[in-house]
């Protein structure tokens, strides 16, 4: 028999299956099967599952079944919400802002559980965040995989009480868009900060220190 071409409609169904529900139980209600957010007061969570386009599985000489899974975060003192250079860009949805994972300050990837760790090259830090797909099985694979990191660390790392002192001492390093946490396969949330002395950075500075000062102030 001749073999079956693969698409995105193959993972979508697979992550519709294996993931979805799992991250529904979990509070991520609002939005599409592609993009979900999770509201609790002004924090705001989102995993977002994208499979690639035309173009994009071209040049990664993969099929469009394959995906990235990006995460973000915004926290009361620290978001989207409150960034001069992204609050009057955000989309509004049924239950709330729905900030896309650029536009949140604390943001990174999900990679596939034998991926290599986080590696240090020129430009900076690279990871391996391809799920790639070429059979229909393997959909089915990749999305069991995610639904185990999200278990395992991955809704930890969205639901942690992040410290705005922590965050505040990152900030203040040289590293551009520094990292926050890492995973041994190279999964990681960063501080979407640019570079030391930026005017992003200037933001994320003032963001940080006015929710210690709230804090302080309780």
Sequence with gaps: MPKTEVTAK??????????????????????????????????????????????????????????EVRIGICLPGYSALLDPFQRDHIKEGPNGPRPSEPQMPIRGMVCPADAPPMQKCRWGWEVQSTWSVETVEEASHEAVDIANQLQSYVLDWLRRDWSYRDLLTLL???????????????????????????????????????????ESSD
Excluded at 31 to 40: D, E, V
Excluded at 182 to 202: D, M
Aim: net charge neutral; glycine share 6%.
């Design 10 to 67: 193959d993972s979508r169904a697979a992550l519709r299956q294996h993931v979805i529900p799992l991250l529904r139980d979990h509070g991520f209600t609002d939005g599409t099967p592609s993009r979900l957010w999770h509201h609790r007061g002004d924090r705001i969570e989102l995993v977002e599952l994208s499979c690639f386009s035309t173009y994009r599985a071209m040049t990664d000489k993969t099929s469009t079944a394959s995906f």
């Design 172 to 214: 203040q390093q040289e590293d551009t868009s520094p990292i926050l946490v890492t995973s041994e396969n190279g999964s990681y949330l960063r501080l979407g900060a640019e570079v030391k002395g930026s005017q992003i950075r200037a933001a994320h500075i003032a963001m940080v220190t006015s929710a210690i000062a709230r």
